[in-house]
């Protein structure tokens, strides 16, 4: 079976299954028992910074989308959305094969990519030729951890009105096919400071103020409201998501599946772990159905 590689493994994330599920374990004990967590979430957003930086937050957003003790119900397939893409780019699913991970392979939902992207403009690529994207790979070693008998579909989804339409559209061929699936977008917050190339608020504490409780808070509360527009415009306008595409194709698949709510679980910036004039946000957020 033709496999998509491991490309981050050994320096965003550990290599080997035992140093991954040290990590998984250790952040599964962080910022435990918030009763804000009640509910069956459906999907989340999550960051895709290195581990030792955002994956905290990933990780426990992941976990939280497991079904509650003592359920019988069987996850079937994983929708992940992300991708650094333009406005203007054309969005591009894995079509076959499966994904390498430390704790073993993920297989692609080789059925469902190809009614995702039937009759519609979707690049269609083989594990060879699948980028090597950040964005994904720091997700799949939990996705494989929490879910291990999944499948996945991996979609890069630029920051457009399409990606409402991939979304939604992706739900109901699930549907069709009598999947039972979690949905899944990563994208990281504002990326502020001379290294980006963004400087709006100045320097020093006053900018790291304004990022987080101005910039990154505007996205998060379209992220929060699940409207797919003010994701987009957000993303595009004020630069606070680095993949807007997949947070509001995520937003519209959740909808389609019926969330209602969205819980914020965390907040953070690389600043706290590393101060620097260069850092980034993350955010943690769930979707559920009541």
């Not at 937003?251 to 209602?260: D, N, S, T």
Request: charged letters at 20%.
């Amino acid at each position: 079976m033709e496999k998509k590689k491991m490309a981050f493994a050994g320096s965003w994330y550990p290599v080997s299954s035992g140093e991954c599920e040290a990590s998984i374990q250790g952040f599964l004990k962080e910022k435990q028992g918030s009763s804000s967590l009640d509910g069956s979430f459906m999907g989340g957003i999550v960051p895709h910074a290195g581990w030792y930086f955002s994956g905290s937050i990933a990780c426990r957003v992941i976990a939280s989308l497991e079904p509650g003790k003592g359920s019988d119900e069987k996850i079937d397939t994983i929708l992940l959305f992300g991708a650094h893409m333009h406005q203007q780019s054309e969005p591009f699913i894995l079509t076959h094969g499966a994904i390498e991970t430390p704790f073993g392979d993920i297989e692609v939902d080789r059925e469902l990519s190809d009614k995702i992207c039937s009759g519609i403009s979707i690049q269609k690529r083989s594990p060879l030729k699948f980028p090597d994207e950040n964005t994904f790979e720091l997700q799949y070693p939990f996705i494989k951890y929490f879910y291990p008998d999944a499948k996945i579909v991996v979609c890069g989804v630029a920051p457009s009105f399409f990606a409402s339409i991939i979304g939604t559209r992706a739900v109901e061929e699930a549907k069709n096919l009598s999947r039972n699936i979690k949905v899944i977008g990563s994208t990281d917050m504002t990326h502020y400071g001379p290294d980006f190339g963004f400087t709006r608020a100045g320097t020093g504490e006053k900018a790291v103020e304004w990022v987080k409780n101005e910039n990154d808070r505007n996205g998060i509360q379209a992220m929060m409201e699940m409207d797919e527009s003010k994701i987009i415009a957000q993303g595009l306008e004020n630069k606070n998501m680095c993949c807007a595409g997949a947070a509001a194709a995520t937003a519209a698949a959740c909808k389609k599946l019926g969330a209602v709510r969205a819980v914020e679980l965390d907040y953070a910036t690389s600043f706290e772990k590393s101060a620097s004039a260069s850092f980034v946000g993350y955010a943690g957020i769930l979707y559920a159905l009541s």
